[in-house]
């Protein structure tokens, strides 16, 4: 359960220093949310993970759940990822 909570530390500090990165450097702001939608899909695998080997059916509801939040999450960064790039463009 501590890698979990520390992997789900680093999503919304890499989020946070995108943004900031993507005035000064929009490569390094793009790196930043791919390495958070990395981090969203090991903390989903473990949960995958921690599913299979818990026989605890309230506790497998809880995962499935948050596995579904994290999903959306990642969802969100990616759309937040393409509209920075399409913002990019049309300034060209």
């Known amino acids: 359960m501590e890698i979990l909570r520390n992997i789900s530390k680093q999503i ?3 989020i946070a220093e995108s943004y900031g990165d993507k005035f000064s450097n929009r ?10 939608m990395q981090q969203i899909s090991q903390v989903i695998a ?11 059916t309230e506790t497998k509801q809880i995962f499935i759940k948050l ?7 990642r969802r969100k960064v990616l759309n937040l990822k393409r509209a920075w790039e399409r913002v990019e463009e049309k300034r060209g």
């Not at 490569?27 to 958070?36: I, S």
């Not at 473990?46 to 605890?56: C, G, P, R």
């Open 12 to 14: 919304p500090r890499l």
């Open 27 to 36: 490569n390094l702001a793009y790196q930043k949310l791919e390495e958070a």
């Open 46 to 56: 473990k949960m995958d993970f921690l599913i299979a080997t818990v026989e605890h």
């Open 67 to 73: 596995i579904s939040r994290y999903q959306t999450q």
